[in-house]
């Protein structure tokens, strides 16, 4: 069994998801959202790296991923994001772990089986393929489809390869 996090990188909120996946069955561990706290941007990204420092320490993953941040109109908001994208890539290797990742095109793809999902069926596929879990709001779903993509995509092979070996 190997536990994989997902986080979803915000600056005001850092979703974060923790399912474990044994084989082809994947388990829900947790999920959340890290809310960054402060006036300016410097105390907003440490609010978020000891948040998510505290996740780990609480959960410990062995597996990472995170995704990919896409370029929008608005350059100032790009940077930003790709600020906590850094704490979201920094903790995960600050951990000793590797980090995947991920395009939102892939992650849809993988978890709803469309490129171009919008969050609600994301949402909803997350909740399908992880039966009884409570989902914290869209970031903590958004994450835990992240964790899932890693869980198929993997460096480990994923379900594809552990399914092709349960039945070889």
């Known amino acids: 069994m190997i536990r994989v996090i997902g986080i979803d990188p915000g600056l005001r909120n ?9 084989g082809s069955k994947l388990i829900h561990v947790a999920n959340g959202v ?3 706290q ?7 990204l440490l609010s978020l790296h000891g948040q998510l420092t505290d996740v780990f320490a609480r959960f410990q993953p062995q597996a990472a991923a995170v995704e990919q941040t896409f370029v929008n109109k608005d350059g100032a908001g790009t940077l930003k ?3 906590a ?10 951990a000793g772990l590797s980090v995947g ?12 089986g469309v490129g171009h999902a919008d969050k609600t069926q994301v ?3 997350v909740q399908m393929q992880l039966p009884g879990a409570e989902i914290t709001g869209p970031d903590a779903a958004d994450a835990l489809a992240i964790a899932i993509c890693h869980a198929h995509h993997g460096p480990a092979g994923g379900l594809a390869a552990a399914v092709m070996r349960a039945s070889a």
């Open 14 to 22: 850092l979703g974060w998801g923790v399912i474990d996946v044994a």
């Open 34 to 36: 890290c809310q960054s």
């Open 38 to 44: 402060g006036d300016d941007l410097a105390a907003r």
């Open 81 to 83: 994001l790709g600020q």
């Open 85 to 94: 994208r850094g704490i979201a890539m920094l903790v995960p290797a600050q």
């Open 101 to 112: 990742e991920y395009a939102p095109n892939k992650i849809k793809k993988t978890v709803v």
């Open 123 to 125: 949402a909803h596929m």
